[in-house]
């Protein structure tokens, strides 16, 4: 099993940046495909960023394009994602996912391990 939690959350004004971290254990996940996802109010989750097993492929979501980057640290067993030039759209609870194969995909039914989530206000 793989415990994921999330942290770096919070309150910030447009433009702003902001960096989540998502910390496993339980055990290593040198080899997982690891994705970032994000629910508005009302909203459906949907996909963010993902990166496959060693980071050489990393994936975006459209809308966070040129805006957010995602990164592992295998070594201390650690993703993260920043976000940078940051819009009230993307409000949101931030969820860290991984699955147990090397690649990264957005369909959120195909990952095995979900954290609880972190709160991204970005205000006006």
């Known amino acids: 099993q793989v415990q994921l939690v999330e942290s770096g959350g919070g309150l910030v004004q447009v433009g702003d940046s902001l960096r989540l971290s998502c910390a496993a254990s339980?055990?290593?996940?040198?080899?997982?495909?690891m994705g970032w996802f994000r629910q508005a109010p009302g909203k459906e989750r949907e996909f963010v960023a993902g990166l496959t097993w060693r980071g050489s492929g990393t994936y975006y979501a459209d809308p966070v394009k040129g805006r957010f980057d995602i990164s592992r640290d295998n070594a201390k067993n650690t993703v993260s994602l920043q976000m940078n030039s940051l819009k009230p759209e993307d409000t949101a609870v931030y969820y860290c996912?991984?699955?147990?194969?090397?690649?990264?995909?957005?369909?959120?039914?195909?990952?095995?391990?979900w954290g609880q989530g972190t709160q991204v206000t970005v205000s006006s």
């Open positions: 996912a991984a699955r147990k194969w090397a690649t990264a995909v957005a369909d959120e039914t195909r990952y095995d391990y």
């Open positions: 339980g055990r290593t996940i040198y080899s997982y495909g």
